[in-house]
T-cell receptor
């Protein structure tokens, strides 16, 4: 079945550091890929998405590129802020058949001033 | 309007109580979802409604009873819950849930209801 693997957290960075959160997936066909963010005490917000190979999703300084050859969708940001502290979930949705989201385990990011 | 609303925000109930969680969206979405999220875990899918009909039930115990009165509303009726059911319950919606369509399944989530069962 479909699965998503994320790097273990927590990831602790100083403000203005470079961020990478790794995400790899297993799925048949060409799934759509998403990054969701969950701030403390809140629901999930869609951060960015990519629907086909080589697409780059971007939002609020975050970027991720759909790499089919490596089945990856790593999240990056050039300069993190304290306000970016949250849990980040990588997820996929198959294009056919069962189309509910499959989530990774989540990665907690802590940014220190 | 790209918002999914959920009420109540917090709920404390005893094991013999009956309560309901409510979810509403006005984006014209035809698919709605209930997820359960325990602390430090990803959301777990419970139910999916597509065009107001139950499409997926992830073997959820019968003490959780979903209802979709119309395309904008989704309820989750709770009865005789256990303490281990305490969690954040998230509602989401998407444009559709039709396996035959090629549109990607972008889901919009509500803020959740934090449920505590005593």
């Amino acid at each position: 079945g479909d699965s998503v693997t994320q790097m273990e957290g927590p990831v602790t960075l100083s403000e203005e550091a470079f961020l990478t959160i790794n995400c790899t997936y297993t799925a048949t066909g060409y799934p759509s890929l998403f990054w969701y963010v969950q701030y403390p005490g809140e629901g999930l917000q869609l951060l960015l998405k990519a629907t086909k190979a080589d697409d780059k999703g971007s939002n609020k300084g975050f970027e991720a590129t759909y790499r089919k050859e490596t089945t990856s969708f790593h999240l990056e940001k050039g300069s993190v802020q304290v306000s970016d502290s949250a849990v980040y979930f990588c997820a996929l949705s198959a294009t056919m058949g069962r189309r509910a989201l499959t989530f990774g385990s989540g990665t907690r990011l802590q940014v220190q001033p | 309007d790209t918002e999914v609303t959920q009420t109540p925000k917090h709920l404390v109930m005893g094991m013999t109580n009956k309560k309901s969680l409510k979810c509403e969206q006005h984006m014209g979405h035809r698919a709605m979802y209930w997820y359960k999220q325990k602390a430090k875990k990803p959301p777990e899918l419970m139910f999916v409604y597509s065009y107001e009909k139950l499409s997926i039930n992830e073997s959820v115990p019968s003490r959780f009873s979903p209802e979709c009165p119309n395309s904008s509303l989704l309820n989750l009726h709770l009865h005789a819950l256990q303490p281990e059911d305490s969690a954040l319950y998230l509602c989401a919606s998407s444009q559709d849930f039709d396996p035959g369509r090629s549109s990607y399944n972008e889901q919009f989530f509500g803020p959740g209801t934090r449920l505590t069962v005593l």
